[in-house]
């Protein structure tokens, strides 16, 4: 029996219930019950609706994630579960429930940082991180670049969205192309049929002027209104609109500006790996360009499977037997969600 730790993981902070266990860096079980398809009509995650169906889901899949390691609630050595950010409601429901079964089981409980728990889940498919590393974090509420020194310490924020994430960049833009929601994987779909070079969307931050004060951020608004004016001129013309098209090329621009910032800021700080994680990892012209250039400067891009990109308990597990390893205090028992959970906190204090 390994003297790893085995650490569960429970994520509710938006629309995934996910509990997962891992066992040092070796994943056990990723167990996930999605609400995506009740906001669908919505056209994005609606807070109550996403609350309640964790409260339904979470014991169920605690269960199968138990089933799926073969293991019970008493052989487990800590209980992670993401404290934020997140929506405020959706996170109380993991909060409540991972502080119920670690008093009736007695085990130590860590509220973890979402989004270094994105970071963390890298370990699950590559090992060990590397660090210095710079991790790059694109989801649907979250677009940033950060330099992980020490990933149980804290992180240091390089940049980051100044309007819409990169996701949500994404989600706007299939809905505007009628397409459903969420919006990442269509357009990654049909982005494959399109022309990239179809359409020359603007690429937000990227000018000169911006680069004293924007070097390491994103904007993505700007694009997304010029593709709903781009758009709009079509319809308005009586032509039909090329969707493969302007999917293809909304992408490039997305996954252009991306790759060129990540990369930017790992040769300005000498950093020879980039981590990209978040629901948008997992799209196909985002890791293949990531690769084409990081190679040309001999920088290596760790991308996790796109399973583990989108929201999941691994991750929450991972960044949990993370801290364990590295002998940090558990939090409290009355831990507390927060929604605005700063990056440079990894834990919630014991
Ligand atoms: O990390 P995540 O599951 O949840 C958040 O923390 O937000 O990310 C969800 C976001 C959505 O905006 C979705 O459209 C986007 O990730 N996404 C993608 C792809 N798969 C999911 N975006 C681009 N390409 C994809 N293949
Ligand atoms: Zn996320």
């Known amino acids: 029996m390994s003297d790893e730790p085995l650490v569960l993981g429970i994520e509710t902070s938006c629309d995934e219930t ?3 266990i891992v066992r040092g860096h070796t994943l056990l079980a990723d167990q996930i019950a999605s609400s995506v398809e009740q906001h669908a009509r919505f056209g994005g995650v ?25 293991v ?17 409601g959706a996170l109380l429901v993991g909060v409540a429930a991972a502080k119920g079964y670690a008093l009736a089981a007695d085990k130590p409980i860590y509220g973890v940082n979402h989004l270094a728990a994105h970071v963390a889940v890298d370990t699950l498919e590559h090992g060990p991180l590397p660090e210095p590393a710079v991790a790059m974090l694109v989801s649907g509420g979250h677009s940033s670049l950060l330099l992980v020194d020490d990933l149980t310490a804290g992180v240091t924020p390089l940049g980051a969205t100044i309007d819409d994430a990169a996701g949500e960049a994404f989600d706007k833009v299939a809905r505007l192309l009628g397409l459903g929601f969420p919006g990442g994987p269509v357009i990654d779909r049909l982005a494959r049929e399109g022309d990239r070079g179809a359409i020359s969307f603007p690429r937000g931050l990227t000018a000169p002027k911006d680069f004293a004060k924007h070097r390491f ?41 991306l790759t060129a910032k990540a990369l930017d800021a790992c040769r300005e700080h000498g950093v020879e790996t980039l981590i990209i994680g978040g629901g948008v990892a997992a799209n196909s012209r985002l890791r293949l360009l990531a690769e084409e250039r990081a190679a040309k400067f001999g920088i290596r891009v ?21 801290l364990v390893a590295a002998g940090i205090a558990p939090s409290r028992l009355d831990l507390p969600a927060d929604s605005a959970m700063a990056l440079t906190s990894i834990a919630v204090a014991g």
């Not at 609706?49 to 269960?63: K, Q």
């Not at 904007?219 to 709009?232: I, M, N, P, Q």
């Open 18 to 20: 996910g509990v997962g």
């Open 46 to 70: 609606v807070p109550e609706v996403a609350s309640r169906a964790h409260l339904e889901a979470i014991v169920p899949t605690m269960r199968r994630a138990l089933d799926e390691a073969k």
């Open 72 to 88: 019970t609630l008493n052989d487990i050595d800590a209980i992670a579960v993401t404290a934020g950010p997140g929506l405020a």
């Open 217 to 257: 951020d994103f904007s993505f608004s700007g694009l997304k209104t010029a593709v709903a004016r781009w758009v709009e001129a079509r319809e308005r013309s009586g032509e039909p609109v090329p969707a493969a098209d302007v999917a293809a090329s909304f992408q490039d621009a997305v996954c252009d500006v």
């Open 302 to 322: 760790r991308v996790p499977r796109p399973q583990l990109c989108t929201d999941n308990g691994a991750m929450v597990a991972a960044l949990g037997s993370h």
